[in-house]
T-cell receptor, first 116, second 111 residues
Framework: GAVVSQHPSWVICKSGTSVKIECRSL??????MFWYRQFPKQSLMLMAT?????????EQGVEKDKFLINHASLTLSTLTVTSAHPEDSSFYIC????????????FGPGTRLTVT | KNQVEQSPQSLIILEGKNCTLQ??????????LRWYKQDTGRGPVSLTI?????NTKSNGRYTATLDADTKQSSLHITASQLSDSASYIC??????????FGTGTRLQVFP
């Protein structure tokens, strides 16, 4: 089946620094990738949708200058949390869509970000 | 407003027992409905995906049903195992890519 990986799986950073999270589709080309954020005991919340080679579309309330998304290739998307603050601490999950004939979105294993 | 509501919020059952989780949605237009299993600290894993014309779909011990007229779905787990302990999320798609997530049902299976 289609596999999506994320790196790192967890990261701790100091307030004010930037953190980059990678999302890769390992065995298929992802025309669209999605970034979600999940707080404890809550469901996933879509942050942005990115298509390869074009600018990401952000959901209402998500700061595009703070959460930089780059989808430079059909197998890689990155999310950079700039000037991180403790309230950015969360579980970040990406998903990828692009398997021909399938509605399926394949989710990565997630990245736990803790900002101290 | 497009919404997906799940019940119960949490559920505790004994190993070997069956259980049924419920999902009601108001998403329109409707494309498909999915059930995901999410272990703590992990990304969601797809269990089933059903389009408008499908009433039921099985994946091993998991069986999902869909009533598109009443906008209800259920996920039935047969002969539960300890490894079934997880959150189960009902997700409805209004088109081919945007997903609307339910808040999930947290299932705990005890020996």
């Amino acid at each position: 089946g289609a596999v999506v990986s994320q790196h790192p799986s967890w990261v701790i950073c100091k307030s004010g620094t930037s953190v980059k999270i990678e999302c890769r589709s390992l065995d298929f080309q992802a025309t669209t990738m999605f970034w979600y954020r999940q707080f404890p005991k809550q469901s996933l919340m879509l942050m942005a949708t990115s298509n390869e080679g074009s600018k990401a579309t952000y959901e209402q309330g998500v700061e595009k200058d703070k959460f930089l998304i780059n989808h430079a290739s059909l197998t890689l998307s990155t999310l950079t949390v700039t000037s991180a603050h403790p309230e950015d601490s969360s579980f970040y999950i990406c998903s990828a869509w692009g398997v021909a004939g399938s509605y399926e979105q394949y989710f990565g294993p997630g990245t736990r970000l803790t900002v101290t | 407003k497009n919404q997906v509501e799940q019940s119960p919020q949490s559920l505790i059952i004994l190993e070997g027992k069956n259980c049924t989780l419920q999902c009601n949605y108001t998403v329109s237009p409707f494309s498909n409905l999915r059930w995901y299993k999410q272990d703590t600290g992990r990304g969601p894993v797809s269990l089933t995906i059903m389009t408008f014309s499908e009433n039921t779909k099985s994946n091993g011990r998991y069986t999902a049903t869909l009533d598109a007229d009443t906008k209800q779905s259920s996920l039935h787990i047969t002969a539960s195992q300890l490894s079934d302990s997880a959150s189960y999320i009902c997700v409805v798609s209004e088109d081919t890519d945007k997903l609307i997530f339910g808040t999930g049902t947290r299932l705990q299976v005890f020996p």
